[in-house]
């Protein structure tokens, strides 16, 4: 079976940081690329970056470039999010996804629609 394994959420002060991380297992994890979402409450959920595993390009939503970067580690089946200079309004959910194998790569992030497995979330929030 699919499983994406979340992990690393807290509460942290405005401009500091958090590291999330996403264990991917039951799929090839170079065979597919990965995104990490979230969603506040009321809102909708949105993409925040996702990586190709095979050769590690990635994209980002404009509110966290130059902030947030997505790696992965192929031999630990891992995806990372490493989140600097937090924001309040970077208080979420954070959910990692993999996205859908037909979906071509030069699409950008994409929506929620793309990705066909979630993991459960881990919660970031981000006090002024």
């Known amino acids: 079976d699919v499983q994406l394994q979340a992990s690393g959420g807290g509460l942290v002060q405005a401009g500091g940081s958090l590291r999330l991380s996403c264990v991917a297992s039951?799929?090839?994890?170079?065979?597919?690329?990965l995104g990490w979402f979230r969603q506040a409450p009321g809102k909708e959920r949105e993409g925040v970056a996702c990586?190709?595993?095979?050769?590690?390009?990635?994209y980002y939503a404009d509110s966290v470039k130059g902030r947030f970067t997505i790696s992965s580690d192929n031999a630990r089946n891992t995806v990372y999010l490493q989140m600097n200079s937090l924001k309040p309004e970077d208080t979420a959910t954070y959910y990692c996804?993999?996205?859908?194998?037909?979906?071509?790569?030069?699409?950008?992030?994409?929506?929620?629609?793309?990705?066909?497995?979630w993991g459960q979330g881990t919660q970031v929030t981000v006090s002024s």
């Open positions: 996804a993999r996205r859908r194998h037909a979906i071509p790569w030069d699409g950008g992030l994409g929506r929620p629609r793309w990705y066909d497995y």
């Open positions: 990586i190709s595993s095979s050769d590690e390009s990635t």
């Open positions: 039951g799929f090839t994890f170079d065979d597919y690329a």
